[in-house]
């Protein structure tokens, strides 16, 4: 879950992205959101799968 977040950090930093953009674009509230990032959840696959259809990466790059 570390290497999921840091690399979604790196691309919500590259896109502009901030949590309350990105639980708007995931149809999620912000506290899910802040949820993650304080790793107290973890991504579900599907949300990663979602994640590397806006970015246009694959879901592996989540995972390296």
């Not at 690399?7 to 999620?28: E, F, G, S, V």
């Not at 949820?35 to 579900?44: D, G, L, T």
Request: a positive charge; glycine letters at 0%; aromatic letters at 10%.
């Amino acid at each position: 879950n570390d290497r999921v977040i840091k690399n979604l950090k790196y691309l919500m930093l590259k896109n502009n992205l901030n949590q309350n953009k990105l639980a708007k674009i995931l149809c999620q509230s912000r506290q899910s959101i802040s949820y993650y990032f304080m790793r107290q959840r973890n991504i579900p696959l599907k949300k990663i799968e979602k994640l590397s259809n806006i970015f246009n990466v694959k879901i592996e790059d989540f995972l390296k």
